[in-house]
Every structure is written in structure tokens, then in C-alpha cells.
């Protein structure tokens, strides 16, 4: 069983949008930081995006800064992440992660993940 579930992900053009969201299954997630990552094939998974439990802490990596936003709603039990100007180097896996201490751009720091969803952008 997972804790959280990514949901959201598809195919889009480049220039394109999408919203990713992230459910706490067995979690409640108003109690937990939240992270995004995403692994490509071959590649290392990265750290996107993180909100702090109570939403008033975010960081981005430079990569994605400006582009994408990370929010949540702990009354829907849901963490987003809105993603604009999408470029093909975005093509990736991207998994939400639940950690009760630590909000980070780090997948060591985070103690529950979710399966993932595939978000491609291609033309």
C-alpha cells in the first residue's frame, strides 16, 4: 500500500500546462511537508518543488522557477503542482514524497512516496 497517490499526468505539447495532484491515502497530509521530484530515464530522481505542511514554505528548483507552482489544500487533503511553458526536458516521472519533519528538495529527507505519474511533453 502507498501513502500518497500522483495523479494528473498525460501528454502535452511543448508551451503546454498541466496540473499534477497528490492524495493522501493513508495520510493525512496537513500534518506532513510535501516534495516533487521527477526522474527521467537514465537520470538520478531531482527534487522540483516542496511546500511546508501549513503552506507558508516553498522552494523550486531553478530548473522549473518561474514556471511551475506548488500549492495545497489541506482541507481536500491535496498538494498541486501547476506546470506552464513546459519544455521536452520536463519528460520525466514526477512522484509526490510526505515527510512529517523535513521540507527539502532531497529524496533522502523524505519517508513516504508515491508510485508516480508520467508526464511527457512532446510535439
Known amino acids: 500500500q502507498v501513502e500518497v497517490v500522483e495523479s494528473g499526468g498525460g501528454l502535452v505539447q511543448p508551451g503546454g500546462s498541466l496540473t499534477l495532484s497528490c492524495k493522501g491515502s493513508?495520510?493525512?497530509?496537513?500534518?506532513?511537508?510535501i516534495g516533487w521530484f521527477r526522474q527521467a530515464p537514465g537520470k538520478e530522481r531531482e527534487g522540483v518543488s516542496c511546500i511546508s505542511s501549513v503552506g507558508n514554505t516553498t522552494y523550486y528548483d531553478h530548473s522549473v522557477k518561474g514556471r511551475f507552482t506548488i500549492s495545497r489544500d489541506n482541507a481536500k487533503n491535496l498538494v498541486y503542482l501547476q506546470m506552464n511553458s513546459l519544455k521536452p526536458e520536463d519528460t520525466a516521472v514526477y512522484f509526490c514524497a510526505a515527510d512529517p519533519l523535513r521540507v527539502s528538495l532531497f529524496t533522502s529527507d523524505y519517508k513516504f512516496w508515491g508510485q508516480g505519474t508520467q508526464v511527457t511533453v512532446s510535439s
Open positions: 493513508r495520510l493525512s497530509l496537513e500534518y506532513y511537508n
